[in-house]
Antibody, heavy 121, light 110 residues
């Protein structure tokens, strides 16, 4: 059973870079795809992007210019960087495992508890 | 990518059945059998209850069922129970390795 835990440095100032790490335990990070989803206070879920076990990445077109997802298999971690943040990026950020098959699955089965990132000066 | 359309709220009495709709476009919901549904209690992470339009993950109650017609997917909760009170989100594969979530539906058990 996969377990995921988000971690990050805390509040971020406008125009700076948001950085989060997700630590995976219970399964090999190398065998799956891993994604990030965020949720602004009181709002809907918003898919940010994902990274495959091979390191290839795919991003939400609306965030693509500001997002980078990377993976460190030796530490069983994957990370999110979001540049030039504004107050609109204030949200709970979740990491999750994304199951993908050939025209099958394509859903998030295990999630972290989420971490609130506040963008404020 | 615009969020998939869901009703803001749906309510029902214990034991009743309710259905939540999720309307997308021909490019997402209508093109793939890859809609998933998530239940989210306040302050908690989402939990998948349906994937591939109508399949239930192991451990999810058979009171949850999914279906799809054209560009609209639906989640039905039968035998509504107090613990079903939560927010529900649909999510669809949208092609080109991208995904789109619905705007969410608050389910209230009266």
């Amino acid at each position: 059973q996969a377990q995921l835990q988000e971690s990050g440095p805390g509040p971020v100032k406008p125009s700076e870079t948001l950085s989060l790490t997700c630590t995976v335990s219970g399964v090999s990070i190398s065998n799956y795809n891993w994604g990030w989803v965020r949720q602004s206070p009181g709002k809907e879920l918003d898919w940010i992007g994902y990274i495959s076990y091979s390191g290839s990445t795919n991003y939400n077109p609306s965030l693509k210019s500001r997002v980078t997802i990377s993976i460190d298999t030796s530490r069983s971690q994957f990370s999110l960087k979001l540049t030039s943040v504004t107050a609109a990026d204030t949200a709970v950020y979740y990491c999750a495992r994304l199951l993908i098959g050939y025209f099958s699955m394509h859903y998030f089965d295990f999630w972290g508890r989420g971490t609130l990132v506040t963008v404020s000066s | 990518q615009s969020g998939l359309t869901q009703p803001a709220s749906v309510s029902g009495s214990p034991g009743q059945s309710i259905t939540i709709s999720c309307t997308g476009a021909r490019s997402d919901v209508g093109s793939y059998n890859l809609v998933s549904w998530y239940q989210q209690h306040p302050g908690k992470a989402p939990k998948v209850v349906i994937y591939e339009d109508s399949k239930r993950p192991l451990g999810v109650s058979n009171r949850f069922s999914g279906s799809k017609s054209g560009n609209t997917a639906s989640l039905t909760i039968s035998g509504l129970q107090p613990e079903d009170e939560a927010d529900y989100y649909c999510c669809s594969y949208a092609g080109s390795s991208t995904y789109v979530f619905g705007v969410g539906t608050k389910v209230t058990v009266l």
